[in-house]
């Protein structure tokens, strides 16, 4: 079975910093990475995705996030912050089970921008 | 606007007293997710339907229970709530392919579930 893995529960950071959180996930002969973002008191929404091609993916609001599969690593950047980005933040690795997909969720990382 | 919807957003029940869990889609997907996510963890997968066939996570407690009496709505039924039980629930639905294709799961709102 897969696994995800947040280093950082928390990462506290000033508005207009660079961040970069980390996710690196249990090797497999395919891996298909994604990463969430959760808002208080709101569900999942997919921040971007990563099933083939480059290994760079970016979102529509600035973060982007790179498949380093010698690292087994799906770390999610940003180069500048907003207070609006403040979210808890998770990575997950999908698997075929059944026929359908199921998601495996690292523990999340908590972004605070601060101003 | 297509949508995951989740009723109610907050939940209160007593200890014990079964509770009912609503989810419904506009999407017209054919999977269909329960995830736990307690305070701070990751959300966990309980179990999903893939079109009208049940599947249930090894690890999921025999008191979760889910219905999907057609394509756009599903239930997660609680028989006997414990205290360890409070959580937030959400659910999920995706478009699922043949051929394996990784499609994004969608999510509603959740529902926070207090057991008193």
């Known amino acids: 079975a897969q696994s995800v893995t947040q280093l950082d529960s928390q990462v506290p950071v000033f508005e207009e910093a660079p961040v970069e959180l980390r996710c690196n996930y249990s090797?497999?002969?395919?891996?298909?990475l994604f990463w969430y973002v959760q808002y208080p008191n709101q569900g999942l929404q997919l921040l971007l995705k990563?099933?083939?091609?480059?290994?760079l993916v970016e979102s529509i609001n600035g973060f982007e996030a790179e498949f380093n599969k010698s690292q087994t690593s799906f770390h999610l950047r940003k180069p500048s912050v907003h207070i609006s980005d403040t979210a808890e933040y998770f990575c997950?690795?999908?698997?075929?089970?059944?026929?359908?997909?199921?998601?495996?969720f690292g523990k999340g990382t908590k972004l605070t921008v601060n101003p | 606007d297509a949508m995951v919807i989740q009723n109610p957003r907050y939940q209160v029940t007593q200890f014990g007293k079964p509770v009912t869990l609503s989810c419904s889609q506009t999407?017209?997907?054919?999977?269909m997710y329960w995830y736990q996510q307690k305070s701070s963890q990751a959300p966990k997968l309980l179990f999903h339907?893939?079109?009208?066939?049940?599947?249930n996570e090894a690890d999921t407690p025999d008191n979760f229970q889910s219905r999907r009496p057609n394509t756009s709505f599903c239930f997660l039924d609680i028989r006997s709530p414990g205290l360890g039980d409070a959580a937030m629930y959400l659910c999920?639905?995706?478009?699922?392919?043949?051929?394996?294709?990784?499609?994004?799961?969608?999510f509603g709102p959740g529902t926070r579930l207090t057991v008193l």
């Open positions: 999920a639905t995706s478009r699922d392919l043949a051929g394996g294709y990784h499609n994004e799961q969608f």
């Open positions: 090797s497999s002969v395919s891996v298909y």
């Open positions: 990563y099933l083939s091609g480059s290994t």
């Open positions: 997950a690795v999908s698997e075929l089970e059944g026929g359908s997909e199921k998601l495996v």
């Open positions: 999407l017209n997907h054919n999977v």
């Open positions: 339907y893939y079109d009208k066939d049940f599947n």
